[in-house]
């Protein structure tokens, strides 16, 4: 199967769109930054819809997200097959039902507004990925690294996207075995207020 390995998209308020992407059939790679659905080459109707098509477009898998892309872009499609799961709706289902409908783009919206809540979400805060064996240090695609519990968390804390993102990474069969948990890491004041250097790490689990 033929798809773009994408490594950024970026949306322009004039509502342009622009991907950097490599053909996963080129060897060596070679990404190049091109306009997605320019509007003088469609419809205005297709142009209406142009994120739409986008989003059926990673969905089916035609654009696959590269471990380098946008962490607001990965984290809206872990989040959104997520939804998927708990609501028991097949993505490749999803992605024909355009197909099914005489092409009707528009039946995506309901899901692409989903998505859409996901990109634009803001969360404040530190948050790293906690463990049975220890807070994880490292992400990759061969499994994690950890540090022993008497290590701060802290020097591990990133933004709550890319700890999801990190935790997506981690199969689900090592995510049950070692009992992996997104925690927020918050440094608060004591009650004794007398002593204002006197802090406490607390930990809460999402």
């Known amino acids: 199967m033929s798809y773009e390995i994408v490594r950024n998209i970026s949306r322009r308020k004039d509502g342009r769109i622009f991907i950097t992407s490599a053909s996963n059939n080129v060897w060596p790679k070679h990404y190049s930054r091109w306009e997605y659905m ?30 380098s892309v946008n962490e607001n872009w990965k984290y809206a499609g872990n989040k959104f097959y ?7 709706i097949s993505t490749s289902e999803l992605w024909e039902l355009p197909y099914k409908n005489e092409g009707n783009i528009e039946l995506l919206k309901p899901y692409y507004e989903v998505f859409k809540k996901f990109l634009e979400e803001k969360k404040e805060g530190k948050y790293y990925l906690n463990s049975s064996v220890g807070v994880i240090s490292k992400v990759n695609e061969k499994g994690f690294s950890y540090v022993p519990f008497t290590t701060t968390p802290e020097k591990y804390c990133k933004s ?14 090592n995510r049950e075995n070692y009992e992996v948990k997104i925690k927020e890491f918050v440094l608060e004041n004591e009650f004794d207020k007398s002593n204002e250097n006197n802090v406490e790490n607390v930990l809460n689990d999402i």
């Open 82 to 88: 997520e939804y998927c799961r708990e609501n028991n």
């Open 160 to 173: 709550y996207k890319k700890i999801f993102n990190d935790y997506c990474n981690i199969s689900i069969e």
């Open 38 to 67: 320019p509007d003088k080459s469609y419809s205005e109707k297709e142009i209406k819809n142009k994120e739409l098509y986008l989003f059926r477009g990673i969905i089916g898998g035609s654009y696959q997200l590269s471990g």
